[in-house]
Structures are given as structure tokens and as C-alpha cells.
């Protein structure tokens, strides 16, 4: 079964470091997300990307976070100089074509295993 | 108002029962409804999802919603210790594949 997958699983770093973190989202996905998930929390939305372009982001997502789809393939979050509420785990998603209608409900998000980020 | 609200358990039962997880909601623009699994430290897996109102089974999963009332439902029947995970209901509008997530409930079905 197709799967997304998440690189490092687990990153440690110093306050104020950069940070990238690797995503291969499912080969004939459009639409490609990260959602970030701090120990004991919710499942939080950071930001969604289609057609080379950031399409959503949330407050979260503030000038430290960039995303980018460097090679056609791999999907990528930076986070440009870390702080200690940055840690959580980090999970890339993603999805066919988002429709409008009740067939759009079958285009659902498939979660990477995460990439669990420790800022120190 | 918390857009999606579950309560965090943790909820025990015995191998065998059933099991009512539960969610509510503020947003009526909501018209997808997911339910996700999540074990410990992996990424949520997606269980169910309905569109609007309704029921949808699939196997020992029942998932139920009602748009009046903004409160979804998910029943495992014959519960097993394999279902012990973090259960997630998570909603979305039309619109875009943006999800919200409530906290999740922790079940531990117990041999």
C-alpha cells in the first residue's frame, strides 16, 4: 500500500538552529500538508500546498516556517531558526485532487509516521 | 468555542465490548467527518470518514453523525486489544483539505 514518508524520525537541535524536514508524499498526490502535533495535544494544521504554491496556512505557520517541493518528489518544512515551543512531532500528509461534492470525500488524507522534532 | 471537542479518556474496557467514542462540534460549515487511529508515537491512519448525515459501517466500525445535534459517533463492535490506540475525529468544510482535529480519545481494550 502506498505510504508517505517522513525524514529524520526524530531531529534534536540547539534554540535558534534551522531545520528541515523531509517529506515523500504518495506518488500521484496533488495536494501536500503538514500538521504538527506537541506532546499531549491536538493534531494542529500548519499549511497546505498545491500547484507549487502554498494554498492555506494557519497562524502557526509565521515567517520562521517555509515550505518547498524542491524536485518534483520530496516536500519539504523549514523551520528557519528554532524555538523551544517548535518542539512536537511534525507530520507531512497528503492527498489526490480536492473536489467539491460527495466524491471529494473519498480524496482523504494519508499521514506520514512523523518526524519528531526536539529543540534544546 | 473549541471547533472540535472529544473527550481525552482514557476510556478501558473489556475484550469483547463495544465502545461509543464521541465528538462535538461548533462549525456548521463541517460536511466531511473523519475518524483516525493513532498509536503511540505514528502517524493518525484514517478508520472512516461520512459525508453530512448519516450512518457508515465497515466492518466492526460503525461511525455516525448528526448534523442537528453536531455530534459524531464512532462504535467498535467486539472490541480487541489490537484497538487500543488514540481515536481522532477530525472535520472539514468543502473546501480544501485543511482538517480539524479534536484531541483525541485513548482506549485500552483489555485481554
Known amino acids: 500500500e502506498p505510504e508517505v514518508t517522513q525524514t529524520p524520525s526524530h531531529q534534536v537541535t540547539q534554540m535558534g538552529q534551522e531545520v528541515i524536514l523531509r517529506c515523500v508524499p504518495i506518488?500521484?498526490?496533488?495536494?501536500f500538508y503538514w500538521y504538527r502535533q506537541i506532546l499531549g495535544q491536538k493534531v494542529e494544521f500548519l499549511v497546505s500546498?498545491?500547484?507549487?504554491?502554498?494554498?492555506?496556512k494557519s497562524e502557526i505557520f509565521d515567517d520562521q516556517f517555509s515550505v518547498e517541493r524542491p524536485d518534483g518528489s520530496n516536500f519539504t518544512l523549514k523551520i528557519r531558526s528554532t524555538k523551544l515551543e517548535d518542539s512536537a512531532m511534525y507530520f507531512c500528509?497528503?492527498?489526490?485532487?480536492?473536489?467539491?461534492?460527495?466524491?471529494?470525500?473519498?480524496?482523504?488524507?494519508?499521514f506520514g509516521a512523523g518526524s519528531r522534532l526536539t529543540v534544546l | 468555542q473549541k471547533e472540535v471537542e472529544q473527550d481525552p479518556g482514557p476510556l478501558s474496557v473489556p475484550e469483547g465490548a463495544i465502545v461509543s467514542l464521541n465528538c462535538t462540534y461548533s462549525?456548521?460549515?463541517?460536511?466531511?467527518f473523519m475518524w483516525y487511529r493513532q498509536y503511540s508515537r505514528k502517524g493518525p491512519e484514517l478508520l472512516m470518514y461520512?459525508?453530512?448525515?448519516g450512518n457508515k459501517e465497515d466492518g466492526r466500525f460503525t461511525a455516525q453523525v448528526d448534523k442537528s445535534s453536531k455530534y459524531i459517533s464512532l462504535f467498535i463492535r467486539d472490541s480487541q486489544p489490537s484497538d487500543s490506540a488514540t481515536y481522532l475525529c477530525?472535520?472539514?468544510?468543502?473546501?480544501?483539505?485543511?482538517?480539524?482535529f479534536g484531541q483525541g480519545t485513548e482506549l485500552s481494550v483489555k485481554p
Open positions: 500528509a497528503s492527498s489526490t485532487r480536492v473536489e467539491r461534492g460527495p466524491s471529494s470525500g473519498a480524496n482523504v488524507l494519508t
Open positions: 500546498f498545491y500547484n507549487n504554491e502554498i494554498s492555506e
Open positions: 506518488s500521484n498526490h496533488l495536494y
Open positions: 461520512t459525508y453530512s448525515s
Open positions: 477530525a472535520n472539514r468544510g468543502n473546501q480544501g483539505g485543511k482538517l480539524i
Open positions: 462549525n456548521s460549515a463541517f460536511q466531511y
